[in-house]
């Protein structure tokens, strides 16, 4: 066995903060800070080696590792020249955990061990504060209590109440020190009454006991599951570190505060923090006492003042990141108590690590590597003020499925929405869910309630894509959208009544709550240029309208990786000859209602040619099923009955034998191609023409005509036959280039990628529909269990925003091996939502795809994601 | 290049039955039969290898094999002292394709090549007859125009029908000598018309012609769709046949026949077959004339008749099997045209392999290769009276979703059937679908017809386990429940009108048909007694009653493999507990209602362990969505609400918080379990304790707790720790072994097989559910498409009838391999309906599987497949 503890403190530091494996991140931290000078209180770290060593010996410590404890604290005794349990000028330790990574779980702190009822007269004495005495004593044993020997919180907490009660008083502080005495006294019986032991008058025992308790709790229920989930693994323990008490309670010479190197909210470079005198850390945070701008401490310790300075100056240097640290000063003697990594605002983060870099403190790739993708959203949406939010009360919290915030008026069907809009009103469209009928109502509205569906349900989809604010899944909201009525949370909104949306929490507000605009400063600017420089995944955006590729490209997009045609399918006139394309009961029909449907493809596909300018556009053809194009209410199917010369009966007829039990599973994708091929030639001459007149009109095009829902390579040889054919004729006599390719969202499609790649000059990866298939979950239904399996463990995360790598992951990787084993240079992307998340993001550069392809609101999450993907290979 | 021609005949035989890859099946066997001396008239073969060498050469012949053809042609004039094309003594030739394996789309027969304006004089004076010779002519210049020139079949017809008309006659036999000489000159003309060349008059012209077309042939796209669907790989093409023309209708001395070595019908051993006396094979087959019985024939030409029987027993005892074969007299001469193993049906099938064991002919193993598995079923079930059949027309075909025969009156509803089989009458249930609620009237009922659903509908998964007839998916079939009619082929039943279903088939006929009971012969149980010497696999039953597991046992099932405990949820009082269950709005309640339920489950597991005595029973816990236990009718919604003391509105308002979008991929399997533990207690309390108990009373259990829809093994470690506990409570103090696993049945189970292995203790493949979340098929939705699929070779089969092995077959395969990686002993079963298809099963042998499970009357023929992939292997 190795050295069980390490010292650290002034000159005799053994460790340093490279050693977090060994020693723990908060032990490697306070060691290093010792190592620079800076007043650190002293101390000894004992092992994660002694942690593994303990379950060894049967969950003890062993002899060898008492023994050490021994040394270092007599160590620690004479460099402070006091003694632990001393009745006369007793030490006083603080015990805490620290692994290497923090986690959940854990053992909580221990403070004041050493006091006893011989030690505490040592402290009144050199204290001179009896009061603060026998309240540090009465903390020490419920803290003891309560972690090392399992008493539950709340006992303690009652005789506490009883106390309080009985003198009428309303905070501890007011309690004199004979109270404090007597609860001294019933804490003590408590733990004698529930654990059958006396709580420990030897100080050297309480730290050994204390010691225990925090290695004990390496394999508690909440840690283990914690390291199983995050796929923690090859830790040996944590780390236990005990250290003296310092107190900032002594005086008017004694504080205690907290700072940041930087304005943690706006990352502006100035000494940000505040203080209070005569007082403990815990008062900081009580909020009984209102705390001091630290800049007025230069006015009451000014030599400690600069001496903080220097010190925050010197950690900031060395660590070279923003620093949030602690401190404390007893009786005119600064300690730094903590420092580690601030944390900040996206906004902060930004210009800090963008400062940084100008400061000569950062490189690059290490700025890059400083933010957090996720994030960047934060300030690519309109968010809700989050001061003002504080004032105002959640009614209900249902899945963040877009984030930003939206106050509005709230609007139950399209046409009110429209009318609302058009008379100048904000509004909030407000659902059971959406279908794509609700486009035109969504355009209209600056954020969407729904009550049902997943966080990939249409509504949160397509409200991504628009950059719009959207809630989904708030299953407590009553919506009756015939009666006109929501009712959540005790209120009952009418049509009209405002509403504010919180897309990036969840939560829905009565009434108005201010927002604050998108910030984006020249900084992210800058950062975005860093990350271009690095990142080796190529970034595209789902978009199907002229208006979301503009915004996609000024975020920075290179091209459309999933352009859906059926969403031009909807509006006006279009979504008339849809239908009765769909009601044509041979294929003269068919033809004839395809015919009307056809220009008005040619115009939206040369709109979006024009727009990108010689960017690749990966055009999709048509997916849903066909009944999605149906009307579903009674008074749209009379009238839409009356516009196609047909009766509500056959309408209905038609709906029920379009009518499917699993739509997800059905007549859909490159099924409806082979089984109407009309379809598919009308889409691909649309396509085509389209690019040939855009080109002849000197714009660049690069189509990419994708397939959707393979499964087997005959659909795809069946489907690009009928686009060959096409192309052919409207592209003869000019050089465009196009390709054709098809989408991986069937398992067969990926478990025989091999031979579809024979077939396919590109690929891209639906992993929406790839994870509802391959796990099994329909993403419109999962809302009934998903949450709580992330509840209980079963999943960590919900599967449609954060790619399943060990399953779905598994799948897809196999699909580009395999894919690439007979076509080399297969073009790959992926167009699912996981296009835009970071962790699935760094899963796609590493398994080598070509480009992500996410919505326009993502896209510098995305480029910010392969950048940092890139740096960590 | 090796030897391009290989002749046959008496003596100078070249090829044997070996050499198939290289002479084609049939030359092989023609050389065959030469060699043994049996008289088959003589010629050659043109090797494959010259087939591949014909495409080398830009689709001709090269000089060598032209050379080779020459050369034994004279081999062959000198051997019949006979010359080709000659006109005096004319030698005529037949030609025919024949590669190694019969495929469709190859270039059919040309007979009477040789003949011309020359050599048509010498056919008439040596045959005396010039009606006779004229007619061969117009045959062959029909024929050869057609198959070889391209000119389409129906021109030909055309010509003489109009000979006819003009003739007023109405067979062909009725044309005069005249009539036929103009048909010729016409025939010419029309060639000519169509081709722009002539007609060959010369005879080597005609057959290096022939010849070249039937390798031609070879690369046409019907053949090529074949080979690729069937994945025949590796052929180099098809052989060419060569051979002298024989004519039975020379006179008075002349005849032709067809026999068989044994009765295909029954199988019994004797000489089978019928025969004209001067008559072309042709005549045989068209039905103008009545064949005799071949024992007729030893009174007309004795010698003859001797010699035939003398064949027919060196040839079956060659080849050791039952032969199919042709023969020609002509001029008292016996020729022998063609043997090949005969066609039988299922009973002369069994027979055979048993007798010929018997008699020494084969051994055991080749028996039971001998007999096609998926042919048993016609000996398991009731099967419409093919006789009487022939005389029905068939109003339409849906699929044959469950095999045999029914008759019976019509029922639209569970109570009506109910009740009418109570009157005495028997019933046929006919529905648009079926769910679990219909179960009682589909017992009630012989046959069931339904308009939606596939293969594996509930209508047809339950109808086969029950064994009986099913017709479903008759999409063109008009159900009106409510009215209670049935349009279907321009009649319209009503409730007790007559109805006949084949099963077999899919048709549906008016009225009633006979129908002829099932035999399970002595010889049926000789050769499944032999299968069980050789497989290797187990074959267990899914069932989930005693009937029809005392049915299963019967046939020789092992155990169940697949219990699914859903099903007993439906009878009477069960259902209204499970109601008043699912629409409990908290968990006392649930449990109040799941205590009423556990009795009846407690009986039905007891009366299973009984039935079963000692063999294992894999019971499944709860796998369907909820909302497939609550009613769909308004009426019975009213009267449910009534029984349950709610309101419909509330009883509605339930149901629609359970709907789902896609219940396939909803809350259902073991995410019911996770959800509400309570049922997995109940049901794990119910099975162990019935098993504790019929242990006590002597009879030995073996349970198999199966949670399905794992997709993560923390679902299944969920689940098992409920199961283990209630283990513990109940068995405490027994002896009873039980093992805990999980259906693979989501493609995330299969990719994660290792790690949920590490928890299973066996894996069933479910692989219906595995199939549609693989492919992204709903079984219920896929009559939409799959159909045109087949129809356009885009599939081969349905893949919820036969495993689809390159995509399913591939994460089964990875399964078994990751979960046996962990857990080596891992017991692996399948328990979709594939167990018990022949071609899946051989797919589980070659993958390592312990066992199969199907429904009870498909046990036979798992048994019998699974002993032929063990001898295959």
């Known amino acids: 066995m190795n050295k069980h503890v390490y010292f650290f403190g002034a000159d005799k530091t053994e460790g340093n903060k490279e050693m977090k494996d060994l020693l723990g991140g908060k032990g490697a931290n306070l060691a290093e800070m010792a190592s620079l000078g800076i007043p650190v209180p002293p101390g000894f770290t004992i092992t994660t080696e002694t942690c593994a060593e303990f379950y060894e010996e049967g969950e003890k410590l062993s002899d060898a590792a008492i023994k050490e404890i021994d040394e270092n604290l007599e160590k620690l005794e004479e460099s402070m020249d006091m003694r632990f349990g001393d009745a006369t000028n007793p030490l006083l330790l603080s015990v805490r955990s620290g692994a290497a990574v923090s986690m959940p779980g854990m053992m909580d702190t221990v403070l004041n061990l050493g006091l006893n009822d011989e030690s505490i007269k040592g402290l009144i004495e050199k204290s001179g504060n009896e009061r603060f005495a026998w309240d540090s004593y009465r903390r020490l044993v419920q803290m003891f209590g309560d972690v090392v020997m399992g008493v539950e919180h709340h006992y303690f907490e009652q005789i506490l109440d009883t106390a309080k009660e009985t003198k009428g008083v309303k905070f501890d502080t007011e309690l004199s020190i004979e109270d404090l005495k007597e609860i001294v006294v019933k804490y003590k019986e408590l733990i004698k009454e529930k654990v059958g032991k006396e709580f420990p008058t030897d100080a050297k025992e309480q730290l050994i006991m204390a010691t225990e308790a925090v290695f004990g709790s390496w394999h508690n229920n909440r840690a283990k599951t914690y390291r199983r989930l995050n796929d923690i693994k090859g830790l040996k323990g944590t780390a236990v570190n005990a250290q003296v008490m310092v107190f900032g309670n002594m005086g008017e010479t004694s504080g205690t505060g907290v700072f940041f190197t930087r304005d943690p909210a706006t990352g502006e470079n100035l000494f940000y923090g505040e203080y209070l005198m005569n007082a403990q850390g815990e008062d900081v945070v009580a909020g009984i006492r209102t705390p001091k701008p630290i800049s007025t401490l230069k006015e009451i310790l000014p030599e400690q003042y600069d001496e903080l300075v220097e010190i925050y100056k010197k950690v900031e240097n060395h660590y070279k990141d923003m620093q949030d640290m602690e401190f404390t000063i007893q009786e005119a003697k600064l300690y730094i108590l903590q420092t580690r990594a601030g944390k900040r605002t996206a906004a902060a983060a930004v210009r800090c690590a963008v400062e940084m870099v100008d400061e000569g403190l950062i490189d690059e790739k290490t700025a890059v590597l400083r933010v957090d993708p996720n994030q960047l959203d934060q300030l690519l949406h309109k968010q809700l003020d989050p001061i003002a939010k504080k004032e105002h009360e959640s009614l209900g919290k249902g899945l963040p499925a877009s984030p930003g915030g939206a106050v509005g008026k709230i609007a139950f069907d399209n046409d009110t929405a429209v009318e609302m809009k058009k008379a100048g009103d904000t509004v909030v469209l407000v659902r059971n869910d959406t279908s794509p009928e609700d486009l035109i109502g969504m355009d209209a509205a600056v954020g969407i309630l729904t009550a049902k569906g997943g ?360 699909a580009v091996e395999k894919g690439r084993s007979t076509k080399e240079n297969l073009k790959i992307g992926i167009c699912g939502e996981h296009g835009g998340e970071p962790s699935s993001v760094e899963f796609c550069h590493r398994i080598g795809l070509n480009y992500v392809s996410c919505s326009p609101f993502r896209v510098p999450i995305a480029k910010l994601a392969a950048a940092q993907a890139a740096l960590k290979d």
């Open 455 to 814: 966080m990939t349900s249409h509504a949160a989809v397509v409200a991504r894509g628009m950059g719009k604010c959207c809630v989904s899944g708030l299953g407590e909201a009553k919506i009756n959208e015939k009666a006109g009525t929501l009712e959540l949370g005790g209120i009952t909104f009418k049509e009209g009544d405002y509403i504010t949306l919180d897309g990036t929490s969840g939560d829905v507000y009565e009434g108005k709550i201010p927002t604050t605009d998108p910030e984006l400063s020249g900084d992210f600017g800058k950062l975005m240029i860093m990350a271009d420089k690095f990142r080796k995944l190529g970034v595209r955006t789902n978009a199907d309208t002229p208006k979301d590729s503009e915004q996609a490209i000024k975020f920075g997009a290179e091209g459309i990786g999933l352009c859906r045609t059926e969403h031009m399918f909807f509006e006006g006139e279009r979504i008339k000859a849809v239908r009765e394309m769909i009601l044509s009961p041979d294929l003269d029909g068919r033809k004839k209602a395809l015919a009307k449907i056809k220009p008005f493809q040619k115009d939206d596909f040369a709109a979006l040619f024009k727009v990108m300018n010689g960017k690749p556009i990966t055009i999709r053809l048509l997916d849903p099923p066909l009944h999605e194009f149906l009307p579903r209410e009674e008074k749209d199917i009379i009238e839409i009955a009356g516009e196609l010369n047909t009766t509500p009966e056959a309408l209905k007829q038609k709906m029920s034998e379009l009518h499917e039990v699993n739509p997800m599973l059905g007549h859909r994708g490159c099924r409806l191609g082979v089984t109407y091929p009309e379809i598919t030639e009308m889409q691909a001459e649309a396509i085509f023409e389209a690019a040939r007149d855009v080109a002849e009109a000197g714009t660049e095009v690069c189509p990419e005509v994708m397939v959707p829902l393979i499964g087997n390579v005959e659909e795809l040889k069946n489907q690009k036959e009928i686009i060959l054919a096409v192309a052919k004729k409207v592209l003869e006599g000019t050089d465009i280039d196009y390709l054709i390719g098809t989408m991986i969202e069937v398992p067969r499609a990926a478990l025989t990628a091999d031979l579809i790649a024979e077939e396919a000059e590109f690929f891209s990866f639906g992993t929406n529909d790839l994870t509802q298939m391959t796990l099994g979950f329909s993403r419109d239904d999962v809302g009934k269990f998903v949450p709580e399996y992330v509840e209980k463990g079963l999943l960590e995360k919900d599967p449609f925003q954060v790619l399943d790598q060990t399953g779905v992951g598994q799948l897809v990787k196999m």
